[in-house]
């Protein structure tokens, strides 16, 4: 049976949903030991960083910096970080690959195409996300329903 998860500004219902995302959690942790979750730092990612870094608090936390982030991005994850008095760990795309897209692209490269565009998201986000879950047996996303 679901145990609520006390926020009163959420509903009734709310906190269920809450609950039982946190049993799911803490399942994930009882099953898998090494659980992480891959915070893309998004509206509803505060959600689920919330649940974990409140009530399960052994998951791991990390997003991706691919060094194309708004300031904006990282006054919330400072934000973050002092609130919860936790630290996410930031994964960054490897210097060298990074190097060599931009020679081969430039700087802007993925404006000219497909190809450049998946190029680049290839070292940016695919190599790093990646690094990002080595070593885990299980990882987080949070994907909506409507998704």
Not at 48 to 61: A, G
Not at 118 to 141: D, E, M, Q, S
């Amino acid at each position: 049976m679901s145990q609520q998860v006390a926020t009163p500004s959420l509903t009734e219902h709310q906190q269920a949903k809450a609950a039982a995302s946190v049993e799911r959690l803490k399942a994930a942790v009882a099953e898998y030991g090494q659980v992480t979750y891959s915070n893309s730092l998004g509206a509803e990612s505060m959600v689920l960083t919330d649940l974990i870094w409140t009530h399960v608090p052994e998951i791991d936390i990390f997003t991706l910096d691919t060094g194309r982030l708004n300031e904006e991005t990282y006054t919330l994850v400072d934000r973050l970080e002092g609130r919860y008095k936790r630290r996410i760990r930031i994964v960054h795309p490897e210097a060298a690959d990074i190097e060599a897209y931009a020679r081969e692209h430039g700087i802007n490269g993925f404006y000219n195409g497909i190809e450049q565009r998946h190029a680049c998201c290839h070292v940016r986000k695919i190599l790093p996300f990646k690094r990002g879950i080595a070593g885990f047996k299980a990882w987080v996303t949070g994907v909506r329903h409507e998704q």
